[in-house]
């Protein structure tokens, strides 16, 4: 069996090659197993690999998302990352639909610039901030309240950091944040969204994650910034931001953010192709 993948880096930055959260995508998953889905998205050890399978009724197309050990409903790279390949393979229009576990999401572009459009999020829990805090390496009374646990698909811990030196200090306790295991995106991992407004409708934000032993920050969470829409939202907040995130890594991201006062968010950046081959199994 040949598989054909291609690699992009997604919420990148124009003129930066290397910036923005890379993603390998399988042009054709429909004949895999899960368990060689799990294998392959282990092999290219990204954060996520996605494939592009048979779509539900409604959308163009289908795809799975697989982190190296799990699969996750809803992702917000994989999924513009997606969106740019089958529109390329198709010749589809800059307006696509694509399904997933976590429902149907529809996605448009401009160009190279592309764009989705959240589930409507909920707020599964309110958590101690204090305590939040200390998982993350901060004092009491550096995450603003509320702390709550918000999924628009895939459910993450969105924290307010009370300023932008703060979101930078952070550091995770993987001993303590994993009391928050299984509440978090999927696999026993939790994500804590550390963010904090910079001013003129600027946000810095980090993606600090642990399954209670190993820690990584993501580089640039669609996810993420969708359940902190969801959150804006929640607090009657509607509007525009640039998020950064990523700089920590040395993998610069700028992501848009965009909560319109019916409370629809929508999250969307640059997407460019870097490569691409073949996989024999």
Known sequence: MRLTYRLLNVFAEAGDPFSGNPLCVFEDGRDLTDEQMQALARQFNLS????VV???????????????????????????????????MTSASDRLRLSMPAGVIPVQAEGDQWTLTANRGRVEADLPADEVAAAVGLSPGDLVAPVQQVSVGTSQVVAQAASVDLVR?????????????GMGQGGGETLVYVWAETGNGQIEARALISDGASVSEDPATGSACSNLGAWLAGAGRSGEWTVRQGRH???????RLRVDPDGTVQVGGLVRE????EVVL
């Open 54 to 88: 048979s779509p539900a009724e409604g959308a163009d197309a289908g795809v799975r998302i697989f982190t190296t050990s799990f699969e996750m409903p809803f992702a917000g790279h994989p999924t513009l990352g997606t969106a740019h390949v089958v529109r390329a």
């Open 274 to 277: 870097v490569g691409s081959g």
């Open 169 to 181: 200090r952070a550091r995770v306790r993987p001993d303590l944040l994993a009391a928050y295991a």
């Open 48 to 51: 996520e690999t996605t494939f």
């Open 249 to 255: 890594v040395r993998r610069p991201s700028t992501l």
